[in-house]
């Protein structure tokens, strides 16, 4: 199947420094991407759906402005966590699509990034 | 809103015992139905999914099948490996069966030798 990556898979930073989070699709070009919030014991939050080359369309509740997502290719889109404060720690993961309309919501997941802000 | 509950785990099983992990949802429309599972250390993967009422989706000795008179689509197989050990989430697609998954807060399975 499919392969999507993220890096790093964790990063540990100081409160008010900003992250960069990457999700690449290794195998195949992925016009959309999510990304997702997991708290512990919790279900997988979407944050955003990110479109190569478009704004990425963010969900209710979600700051756009502290958390910076980019697609600017078909296997890359990166999360950006600005000014990260403590209660930012989480486990972001990211997911791919193929797009195609015979396989709606079979999505290729990376492993997860945890950040974790002192 | 859409949303899909899942029973809470973990779910400690037996090697070849038979599993069941139960799972409903509310949705308007028709959406499809998903289980994902995530072993230790790796990402989500489509575990098998489900279109349309009465389908049945199946991979793995798992099978689910779609029940939209009872909201639901829970998770078996026959006879459990210790390899099956992992966190199974159950999802369903919005109502308008886009890409946009909705998934449930997941359950450990534990499957001892």
Redesign the interface.
Known sequence: ?AV?S?HPSWVICKSGTSVKIECRSLDFQAT?M?WYRQFP????M?MA?SNEGSKATYEQGVEKDKFLINHASLTLSTLTVTSAHPEDSSFY?C?A?W?LAGR?????????SRLTVL | GDSVTQMEGPVTLSEEAFLTINCTYTATGYPSLFWYVQYPGEGLQLLLKATKADDKGSNKGFEATYRKETTSFHLEKGSVQVSDSAVYFCALSGSYNTDKLIFGTGTRLQVFP
């Open positions: 199947g999507v993220q959309t999510f014991k919790q279900s997988l979407l759906t993961i997911s699509s797009g709606i919501g079979e999505l290729f997941f990376g492993e997860g």
